[in-house]
């Protein structure tokens, strides 16, 4: 399966990578723009039957090209359309390696080890013997009212929003510098307590451009009790 390099523009790729079945914000531009700022440089890659595509994050290192692709790469097949997910995994990596020539490259689909493509991709190339990330993601129905969600949770968590609802907290919500900085404090004093590293996606320099890039995308909610 032929793949080439995305030419078109920013919105031009976030309307490609939409169409696909567990696309996430980390294949967006966006988030592309996010990781620029500290380094990366996106390229962009589409199967020429539509049916795949990925957003890569590049650096050179030791001589050699190293490619991220978070929540990437996207594949349209069907559960049993083997083939077609091997010729489209073998299809990327030949483009790749005609591209950079020796490259490394980590990718972590949103999909289950267990899919189609998870499978094929596990058979043709190496799984880490350490998780990436969680490798899950919590979707929370908002639609409808605030009963309703409650009667979902259960008993554990009713009570510990009671416990919130009686603390007399006021909320915040945006992504202004004040609510940045408020997040990097509360963040940091988490961390000194449990007395481990400060993350560096945690850091105000690399939460701002997330902010800058994602604009009203981006949402901080800060609870504040008695003026803290």
Not at 106 to 132: K, N
């Amino acid at each position: 399966m032929r793949w080439y390099e995305f030419s078109g523009g920013d919105e031009a790729w976030n309307e490609l990578a939409r169409r696909f079945t567990g696309a996430s914000a980390l294949q967006s531009a966006a988030w592309a723009g996010h990781r620029r700022d500290s380094g990366w440089v996106p390229q962009r890659w589409a199967a020429a039957n539509g049916k795949g595509a990925v957003q890569l994050l590049l650096r050179r290192q030791w001589g050699v090209t190293i490619a991220w692709a978070p929540a990437g790469p996207l594949f349209d097949v069907a559960e049993d359309a083997a083939d077609e997910a091997r010729a489209l995994a073998a299809g990327l990596l030949d483009a790749l390696r005609a591209y950079w020539g020796a490259f490394y490259i980590r990718v972590d689909p949103p999909v289950a080890p267990s899919s189609i493509v998870g499978l094929t991709l596990a058979r043709s190339w190496t799984r880490p013997a350490i998780r990436l990330n969680r490798g899950m993601t919590v979707v929370l129905e908002l639609s409808d009212d605030a009963t309703a969600r409650r009667a979902r949770m259960s008993k554990h968590h009713r009570h510990e929003l009671r416990r919130g609802q009686q603390c007399g907290l006021s909320w915040t919500a945006s992504n202004g510098p004040a609510q940045v900085d408020a997040l990097v404090a509360l963040h940091g004093e988490m961390t000194r307590r449990k007395g481990i590293a400060t993350a560096p996606q945690a850091r105000r320099a690399a939460i701002l451009s997330l902010c800058s890039h994602f604009a009203d995308d981006a949402v901080i909610l800060v609870g504040s009790q008695d003026g803290r």
